[in-house]
């Protein structure tokens, strides 16, 4: 006689893959991706829309006057948002050539600067906003800084030497209170990989007068970390506090004012930082991907939020050749991290390009993980854009547009903007400035970019049920009554049972089964194993939510 086995709360775990399932219980995901785990189900993750297309080549407006050279191609290497008082931000695309376009109130503006950079490179970017101006720095250059009332980029000035040679460089630059923070410093001919300059106090829309540590008159100055055994990466403000990552050790900072102004004390010799660009902040914390865990700390202590639950499966499958191309990304409107880095995984479908075709996405709200395709990016921020659309500039069909007549009206709501790299050969056709929305439910009026975006997917395997006898008995799930809706008009979903004889093998899959939310309440199996395994997939773009189902299930004895 068949047993009905009910699972609930199907949001309630997310993703694990890196303990044995028979080991879970059935409410954990031992695969997903472009799926979330919110409001006691599974959701459709979100979705990116094509903000512009045409970032790789030359044909933005260009200001009165402007001769511009078609070559070399515009190649995006990084995206900052710069933040106003009010209306729209400018969001800034810079390119690994050091070329600069701006996009605000869908207009994209080819920008002239005094700054070229030394060529074309993959060495990663890093900005930080301070007193009304962005400052956007590569190491193997001279930073550059730009006002929010004039968008002209030019190098920062006062940023040299004592003799007045402009010849400083830095790792990354930073903002801290009043501060800029420079870190891992070039200076001439000699490297301090371990030294951290500051500034002198900022002004109100001003840059920094001057970072002369030998003027008493100024608050500039410089600590040489000596007893840190690695070079400086990255460093971000925590609260009141200033952090500072090499790869494997992590530094305190504080504004103490006085004769020494800023003091620093060593915080965890075990934990540092992958790449620059790798350390967001979230309710007063630090969530950090290093090269071999992701973790988050308070300034006091850490934890791991990798550790027996996708941390083998992320770094076993990272790519070790394309580490410099791992950011991560918080997304403010749905409490997530996004840990973003080039994966060899077995889910992958971006594979031909160097940017980021994965991110192990946190939701810290619920503590669940889950996984999303990255179509090829490189680079991302949170700003908010004008997306109101009309019948005479939309292109597409009504279905693919997100938003509503309300929304384009709402104000001015943050959004996730990437920016992605052209690959043919992953079916990538330009290189694109992305938003990131829900689906049906979203609020950016921009087409869904059919390129960028794959199949929602679950997959749970190596279910024993021993709850309903002992773990040799052979099982056969007859039926499964899903509690699943969408929004969606097209109410179909795909669903496939399997099962194993033995934890060690894959599943076999049964032939794949369309559920019809509007008609069906059941879905009929024969799978039989003494280990199940069930699969959904969403192969259209839709919102939907899968709460729970009840399991009929037939025990038939040991074998």
Same mark, same amino acid.
Request: with cysteine; charged share 20%; hydrophobic share 35%.
């Given at each position: 006689?068949?047993?009905?086995?009910?699972?609930?709360?199907?949001?309630?775990?997310g993703v694990?893959t890196?303990?044995?399932?028979?080991?879970?219980?059935?409410?954990? @995901?031992?695969?997903?991706?472009?799926?979330r785990?919110?409001?006691?189900?599974?959701?459709r993750g979100?979705?990116?829309?094509?903000?512009?297309s045409?970032?790789l080549?030359?044909?933005?407006?260009?200001?009165?006057?402007?001769?511009l050279?078609?070559?070399?191609?515009?190649?995006?290497?990084?995206?900052?948002?710069v *933040?106003?008082?009010s209306?729209?931000?400018?969001i800034? $695309?810079?390119?690994k050539?050091f070329?600069?376009?701006?996009y605000i109130?869908?207009?994209?503006?080819y920008?002239t600067?005094?700054?070229?950079?030394?060529?074309a490179?993959d060495?990663?970017?890093?900005s #930080?906003?301070?007193?009304?101006h962005?400052?956007?720095?590569?190491?193997?250059?001279?930073?550059?800084?730009t006002? #929010? #009332?004039?968008?002209?980029?030019?190098m920062l000035? =006062?940023f040299?030497?004592?003799?007045g040679a402009?010849d400083?460089?830095?790792?990354?630059?930073?903002a801290y209170g009043?501060?800029?923070?420079?870190?891992?410093?070039?200076?001439?001919?000699?490297d301090?990989?371990?030294r951290?300059?500051?500034?002198?106090?900022?002004?109100?829309?001003?840059v920094p007068?001057?970072?002369?540590?030998?003027?008493?008159?100024?608050?500039?100055g410089? $600590?040489? &970390?000596v007893?840190m055994?690695?070079?400086?990466?990255?460093?971000?403000?925590?609260g009141?506090?200033?952090? $500072?990552?090499?790869?494997?050790e992590?530094?305190?900072?504080?504004?103490?004012?006085?004769?020494?102004? +800023?003091?620093?004390?060593?915080l965890?010799d075990?934990?540092? $930082?992958?790449?620059l660009?790798?350390?967001v902040?979230?309710?007063?914390k630090?969530?950090v991907m290093?090269?071999?865990?992701?973790?988050v700390?308070?300034?006091v202590?850490? /934890? *791991?939020?990798?550790d027996? !639950?996708?941390? /083998?499966?992320?770094? %076993?499958?990272?790519?070790?050749g394309?580490?410099?191309?791992?950011?991560?990304?918080?997304?403010?409107?749905t =409490?997530?991290?996004?840990?973003?880095?080039?994966?060899?995984?077995?889910?992958?479908?971006?594979?031909?390009?160097?940017?980021? %075709? !994965?991110?192990?996405?946190?939701?810290?709200?619920?503590d669940t993980?889950?996984f +999303?395709d990255?179509? =090829?990016?490189?680079s991302?921020t949170?700003?908010n854009?004008?997306s109101?659309?009309?019948?005479?500039?939309?292109?597409?069909?009504y279905?693919?547009?997100?938003?509503?007549?309300?929304?384009?009206?709402?104000g001015?709501?943050?959004?996730?903007?990437?920016v992605g790299?052209?690959?043919?050969?992953?079916?990538?056709?330009?290189?694109k &400035?992305y938003?990131?929305d829900?689906?049906?439910?979203?609020?950016?009026? @921009?087409p869904?970019?059919?390129?960028?975006?794959?199949?929602?997917?679950?997959?749970?395997?190596?279910?024993?049920?021993?709850q309903?006898?002992?773990?040799?008995?052979?099982?056969?799930?007859?039926?499964m &009554?899903p509690?699943?809706s969408?929004? %969606?008009?097209n109410?179909?979903?795909?669903?496939?049972?399997?099962?194993?004889?033995f934890?060690?093998?894959?599943?076999?899959?049964?032939?794949?089964?369309? @559920?019809?939310?509007?008609?069906?309440? !059941?879905?009929?199996?024969?799978?039989?194993?003494?280990?199940?395994?069930?699969? +959904?997939t969403v192969?259209d773009?839709?919102?939907?939510?899968?709460?729970?189902?009840?399991?009929?299930?037939?025990v #038939?004895?040991?074998?």
């Amino acid at each position: 006689m068949p047993q009905t086995l009910p699972i609930r709360d199907l949001g309630a775990a997310g993703v694990v893959t890196d303990i044995e399932p028979s080991s879970m219980p059935v409410q954990v @995901f031992t695969r997903g991706k472009n799926v979330r785990f919110d409001n006691g189900g599974v959701v459709r993750g979100p979705v990116f829309r094509k903000v512009r297309s045409d970032l790789l080549t030359h044909d933005a407006t260009l200001p009165s006057g402007v001769t511009l050279n078609t070559t070399p191609a515009f190649i995006p290497k990084h995206v900052a948002c710069v *933040s106003t008082a009010s209306g729209y931000n400018t969001i800034y $695309i810079i390119s690994k050539n050091f070329q600069f376009k701006t996009y605000i109130n869908n207009t994209l503006t080819y920008i002239t600067s005094s700054q070229t950079g030394n060529g074309a490179s993959d060495t990663p970017f890093c900005s #930080t906003q301070l007193a009304d101006h962005l400052y956007i720095n590569r190491k193997d250059t001279r930073p550059i800084v730009t006002s #929010t #009332t004039t968008v002209a980029p030019s190098m920062l000035a =006062n940023f040299e030497s004592t003799n007045g040679a402009q010849d400083w460089r830095c790792s990354s630059l930073r903002a801290y209170g009043d501060f800029l923070i420079a870190m891992n410093m070039s200076e001439g001919s000699s490297d301090y990989h371990t030294r951290v300059r500051f500034s002198d106090l900022t002004a109100a829309g001003q840059v920094p007068g001057s970072w002369d540590a030998s003027d008493p008159t100024t608050s500039a100055g410089f $600590i040489d &970390l000596v007893d840190m055994g690695t070079p400086i990466v990255d460093g971000l403000p925590l609260g009141n506090k200033f952090i $500072i990552y090499s790869s494997d050790e992590t530094y305190m900072m504080d504004f103490v004012g006085g004769t020494f102004i +800023m003091n620093t004390r060593k915080l965890f010799d075990d934990a540092g $930082i992958i790449n620059l660009n790798c350390v967001v902040e979230a309710e007063r914390k630090h969530f950090v991907m290093s090269a071999d865990d992701i973790y988050v700390h308070d300034g006091v202590t850490k /934890k *791991s939020i990798v550790d027996s !639950r996708i941390r /083998k499966y992320v770094f %076993n499958s990272i790519d070790t050749g394309n580490l410099p191309s791992c950011f991560v990304h918080h997304n403010e409107s749905t =409490n997530e991290v996004y840990f973003c880095y080039k994966s060899l995984d077995d889910m992958a479908e971006y594979t031909a390009g160097d940017g980021c %075709n !994965r991110a192990a996405v946190y939701n810290y709200n619920n503590d669940t993980w889950s996984f +999303m395709d990255l179509p =090829n990016v490189v680079s991302a921020t949170q700003g908010n854009i004008s997306s109101s659309t009309t019948y005479q500039n939309a292109v597409g069909s009504y279905a693919v547009f997100g938003g509503s007549y309300a929304s384009q009206t709402s104000g001015f709501d943050q959004h996730s903007l990437f920016v992605g790299l052209q690959n043919t050969t992953d079916g990538i056709s330009a290189s694109k &400035l992305y938003g990131l929305d829900d689906v049906e439910l979203g609020t950016l009026s @921009f087409p869904l970019d059919l390129e960028a975006n794959k199949e929602a997917y679950i997959e749970r395997v190596g279910i024993d049920l021993d709850q309903l006898g002992p773990i040799s008995g052979y099982k056969v799930i007859t039926g499964m &009554l899903p509690q699943l809706s969408t929004p %969606n008009a097209n109410k179909n979903f795909s669903f496939a049972f399997g099962a194993s004889d033995f934890m060690s093998n894959p599943p076999t899959y049964e032939t794949t089964i369309t @559920f019809d939310a509007a008609t069906k309440y !059941r879905l009929d199996s024969r799978a039989s194993g003494r280990y199940l395994s069930y699969k +959904m997939t969403v192969s259209d773009y839709k919102d939907f939510s899968f709460t729970a189902f009840d399991a009929e299930v037939h025990v #038939t004895g040991r074998r």
